[in-house]
């Protein structure tokens, strides 16, 4: 029987998330890294979720099969990362028959506050990304990537000093802008995947227009394009500006203009009335858009096509 899932529990302090994980008091207060080869959980920790007030950076990989991946597998056996931002729902569940090792890295906010990472880490995309939109490696990425964990537990272990936290951030800054190069290269190297994804998001875009939907729903959002596509949104935001340059509000932006532009060179529609029917709450704004897309205005580009 499944067990019954209660409100998450929130898990404030590096420190009690090693108590709850049975480990011994972190190296750190606000950074940790820990192996997952030595964590032997409660019970009643699996199949429940949680709040971390912190980062959480996870290398793993299945060392009896291939680590999946929604209904397929991981593009290489080596293993695979995630990434988690403070506040994001985690949920610990149980492995089956499947057996994982690696390193998880857990980052309280506090530690980077005072460097300007603190403020850029917003910019690596992948920390809002779902668990199955993983980082996946190659041998050579891997061999990076351990390297990089080896540092940072190698610091931790040697005495602290002035330098301490400096050169651990440092060794971090190194980490995330790896693993930002790796992602890009895997919305290239997954090409059949993607194409798949592209190909979908452009029969989603189509039939909303073509379905009107507009009329009742509105300008369709990125959250709504990917939740239909089942991926987060700023996975596909990222994986669309890696691929066509393009991110997918200017991807939907470039849609309904084609939409707009076939409303007035085929129909008798106003401007007021495309609007409305695009999803548009007030005909100025879509006015405005199609003018900064096109050089004209729909008034404009009717009369030089008739």
């Known amino acids: 029987m499944e067990k019954k ?6 898990i404030t302090s590096i420190s009690l998330l090693h108590q709850m994980m049975q480990l011994p008091k972190p190296l750190h207060p606000l950074i940790s890294l820990v192996s997952n080869t030595t964590l032997d959980l409660d019970p009643e920790l699996l199949n429940a979720s949680y709040l971390f007030d912190f980062y959480k950076v996870s290398y793993k990989y299945a060392t009896d099969g291939k680590m999946g991946y929604g209904q397929g597998y991981y593009d290489f056996n080596e293993g695979g990362m995630m990434f988690t931002a403070p506040n994001q729902l985690i949920t610990i569940e149980e492995s089956g028959t499947s057996k994982y090792c690696g390193f998880t ?30 980082l996946h490696l190659s041998e050579k990425e891997k061999n990076l990537i351990t390297g990089i964990f080896d540092n940072i537990q190698n610091e931790l272990e040697t005495t602290i000093d002035e330098m301490s936290q400096d050169v651990i951030v440092s060794y971090l800054e190194v980490l995330l802008n790896y693993s930002n190069r790796f992602y890009k290269r895997q919305f290239i190297t997954r090409k059949t995947v993607n ?10 875009l189509n039939t909303y227009f073509n379905d009107e939907k507009g009329l009742h729903n509105g300008l369709p959002s990125v959250e709504y394009l990917a939740g239909q596509l089942r991926v987060s949104p700023r996975y596909l935001s990222d994986m669309l500006r890696t691929l066509t340059g393009q991110n997918a509000q200017q991807l939907i932006h470039e849609k309904l203009i084609e939409k707009a532009k076939d409303y007035l060179i085929a129909s008798n529609l ?7 029917q695009l ?28």
């Open 279 to 306: 999803g548009f709450e007030h005909s100025q704004s879509f006015s405005k858009l199609f003018k900064s897309k096109t050089n004209f205005t729909p008034v404009e580009f009717k009369n030089s096509m008739n």
């Open 105 to 134: 890295l857990f980052i309280h906010p506090d530690f980077i506050r005072n460097y300007p990472l603190g403020k850029n880490i917003k910019k690596y995309g992948f920390f809002s990304y779902d668990t199955n939109e993983a």
């Open 195 to 204: 194409s798949d994804l592209l190909s979908r998001l452009e029969e989603v």
């Open 270 to 276: 106003s401007v007021s009335e495309i609007a409305y």
């Open 5 to 10: 899932r209660n409100s998450p529990a929130k």
